[in-house]
Nanobody, 127 residues
Framework: DVQLQASGGGLVQAGGSLRLSCAAS????????IAWLRQAPGKEREGVSC????????LYGDSVKGRFNISSDNAKTTIYLQMNGLKPEDTAVYYC????????????????????WGQGTQLTVSS
């Protein structure tokens, strides 16, 4: 049984930093890709970043490139999203998701590709 637990959200001022964590059970980066996606009120869900199985290559959405960094712990069961230079437009519920057991050394940012989802954690960036 795969479970994902996202945590670390909160309220931060613009320009600040925060790190989100996604704790996975029943799934590791040896099994498939893990991604962070977000959804702001009234907007469609957006892929933020993902990390692949195999070589752990990372992909970032255009809106967060150069500001966010995705990584994993040595056990490959906790995925982190380090967010720097936060902007009010980063305000959203952030979800971690996992899946794509068939794909190695690559990962997509499209939400429909992922079969396992955590409950989300709220990030609010004040201006």
């Amino acid at each position: 049984d795969v479970q994902l637990q996202a945590s670390g959200g909160g309220l931060v001022q613009a320009g600040g930093s925060l790190r989100l964590s996604c704790a996975a059970s029943g799934f590791t980066l040896d099994d498939g890709a893990i991604a962070w996606l977000r959804q702001a009120p009234g907007k469609e869900r957006e892929g933020v970043s993902c990390i692949s199985s195999g070589d752990h290559s990372a992909l970032y959405g255009d809106s967060v490139k150069g500001r966010f960094n995705i990584s994993s712990d040595n056990a490959k069961t906790t995925i982190y999203l380090q967010m720097n230079g936060l902007k009010p437009e980063d305000t959203a519920v952030y979800y971690c998701a996992a899946g794509l057991e068939w794909l190695v050394n690559s990962c997509p940012l499209w939400d429909y590709e992922y079969n396992y989802w955590g409950q989300g954690t709220q990030l609010t960036v004040s201006s």
